[in-house]
């Protein structure tokens, strides 16, 4: 089973258009991050929250943790050719060192 | 900062040699540093958590004797796959965690290294 759940899996939309992409888990985590891959290339971490209903900005994008810290959403607003990539979100969980990764979502953003 | 480097970035060779895949945080020290497997189109595995000093931890299904994870220092890890075969053909990725200040597990990723084995 897969501890955290991204949805959608693809998404192609057109420039100027926004977007969300959920990553939802029955578990409790103590932080998450999302991170951003182009191809050939390692993640980016783009940021990490760790408080229950906390928001954090970044340009265009935003992203919240939710109350119960099980679930987590990036909102893109006017998504523009170089947000393309794959959106990876992981969580970490009480006292692991290790970061469970959601599959993934592959963004397409056409100009 | 956080800057993560791997060498060699591509590497190509034949069925039954070893190849040596070295991961190196430029500007912090990693006290834990982690090896990921990705195949085209999905997200990262892990392979194995490697600490400074100690064995490393692999996950169930990877073989230790394949994958040798030596971490030598604060700032270099190495991954060797040793007799590589075609389906060991991958995009490895290695990240670390900054010793100092890290209480969220943030993790920085290398640029990965896409290894072709003939």
């Known amino acids: 089973t897969q501890l955290l759940e991204q949805s959608p899996q693809f998404l192609s939309i057109q420039e100027g258009e926004n977007l969300t992409v959920y990553c939802n888990s029955s578990s409790v985590f103590s932080s998450l991050q999302w991170y951003r891959q182009e191809p050939g290339e390692g993640p980016v971490l783009l940021v990490t929250v760790v408080t229950g209903g906390e928001v954090k900005k970044l340009k265009r994008l935003t992203f919240q943790f939710g109350d119960a810290r099980k679930d987590s959403s990036l909102h893109i607003t006017a998504a523009q050719p170089g947000d393309t990539g794959l959106y990876l979100c992981?969580?970490?969980?009480?006292?692991?060192?290790?970061?469970?990764f959601g599959k993934g979502t592959k963004l397409t953003v056409n100009p | 900062g956080a800057v993560v480097s791997q060498h060699p970035s591509r590497v190509i060779c034949k069925s039954g040699t070893s190849v040596k895949i070295e991961c190196r945080s430029l500007?912090?020290?990693?006290?834990?540093m982690f090896w990921y497997r990705q195949f085209p189109k999905q997200s990262l595995m892990l392979m194995a958590t490697?600490?400074?000093?100690?064995?490393?931890?692999?996950e169930q299904g990877v073989e230790k004797d394949k994958f040798l994870i030596n971490h030598a220092s604060l700032t270099l890890s190495t991954l060797t796959v040793t007799s590589a075969h075609p389906e060991d053909s991958s995009f490895y990725i290695c990240?670390?965690?900054?010793?100092?200040?890290?209480?969220?597990?943030?993790?920085?990723f290398g640029p990965g290294t896409r290894l072709t084995v003939l």
């Open positions: 990240s670390a965690r900054d010793r100092a200040g890290d209480i969220y597990n943030e993790q920085f």
């Open positions: 992981a969580g970490a969980q009480g006292g692991s060192e290790k970061l469970v």
């Open positions: 490697s600490n400074e000093g100690s064995k490393a931890t692999y």
């Open positions: 500007d912090f020290q990693a006290t834990t």
